[in-house]
């Protein structure tokens, strides 16, 4: 492991070696190193950060290099969390003090028969996260796992900015945390637009992730490939997951058609006619919306010199430096944003709504609800025929729409035995006069008579 070469850091020239004597030590050495009595934190994570940049050939060289930090600082070290890339390759490793985090409390610390043994965790905050670079031949001391960068990346990353807004917030990250320099900072800077939250706003995902997933689905279905099982119970544990998220999707429907959701504003015409338009899910995020549009205010109105469109600049409370431009057309009755949520989501934005409210509107107009987001969103099949498409294509549209229909109403039919006879009475003779209008009726006795194999 030691013969392996150093890398040097992308800002000094020298090799990288910490106290030649280091790498000539037995490993087991470096893992019996004894802490002090205390653990000087501030002194630890000053001395920390120096290590950032640093470069190595290897994780176990960045370990044993970290070990020897230790030694050389009179605490012990151990292995922190790591994290994997989607295929399975570590990307980060965290080393940090072995007095680093907290002990758990106990449930029951009065009436325990033995003392307590000694306290070694005291939120010591030395540590330091290596990161695998993109060729994940190299590793790099990084402070990319400070819990400060942490929260002011994810805030430049889902923030809504504008791509200017955004510039300025990502050189000044940068240069906060000094990090210039860093591979992954590096990296990240370059492809800024595949990430950032500033650059596909305006294009409409429908508030998709890039993953393209269902996390629910994958939580749900990671639960049944856990276990070794054989192929077929494998295949029959999806497919009941599977109805079981159907059922819970339907129920959903069923709650936004038949019950209401609590409103909690004053606005009570505009979140009414949320209410009757949106599922309830929806809701929540519009409601979300509605609530904050209190902390936005008019600072000037623009008439436009047709007369046909309003031009409003708002700022929020405390942040006057940030404008947001609002234009409204009385003939169309389109709000344009330059927040351009609603375009990116399909929901008003927060500024949208402060400005119906300012407008006296007691309801939505037409341009600000997709239908999407609508309790009649899956009832909106296509009533045509379109020309481009093959009958075969056509068929399975039909047949989504309609299986969604009537799944709605086998789970309302389901609640009573009454209701439940009915539905099913109903189905039945609607099927066979369907068949008979089809002429299926032979095709499918045919189909019984030659499928009804037995074993021998």
Known sequence: MFNEPLLTSPSTPRP???????????????????????????????????????????????????????????FSARKGTTRLEVEG???????????????????????CQRAHTPVTRTRCKARVVVIATNTNDQWVITNIGDPKFTTTFSKCMASWWTTKEFDIQWRSVVSEFNVEKHPWVIEKGNTHHLWAQAYPTGHFFANIPSTQRCESMNASLAIALKHKKIYLDVVREIKDRISRMCMNELKADYLSSHTKPFQITKLVDLESHAVEIFTRESFRAFQDELLRETLYRIEEEI???????????????????????????????????????????????????????????????????QSRWTKDAKASAPSYVDLNVSPEVMQMVRFVALRSTSSRLCYIASKADVSFKTARDEMKRQIEELENSFGLNDLVNQSIVVNNVRDP
């Open 16 to 74: 990288l070696n910490l106290h030649n004597k280091f790498f000539a030590m037995d490993h087991t050495d470096a893992y019996n190193v004894k802490p002090t009595e205390e653990c000087h934190e501030v002194h630890n994570v000053d001395e920390s950060d120096k290590l950032v940049g640093q470069l190595f050939c290897s994780r176990d060289q960045a370990w044993y290099f970290y070990m020897g930090f230790a030694r050389e600082h009179g």
């Open 303 to 369: 008439e436009s010199l047709s007369d046909e469109c309003q031009h409003y600049i708002l700022s929020k409370y405390k942040e006057k430096n940030r404008i947001f431009e609002i234009s409204f057309d009385y003939r169309t009755k389109t709000l344009i944003c330059s927040y351009k949520k609603f375009e990116t989501i399909g929901l008003p934005c927060r500024h949208q709504l402060h400005i119906l409210k300012h407008l006296d509107y007691t309801y939505f107009p037409g341009t600000l609800i």
């Open 89 to 111: 390759n570590m990307k980060t490793q965290e080393f940090c003090c072995s007095k680093e985090g907290f002990r758990v409390s106990k449930v029951n610390t009065i009436d």
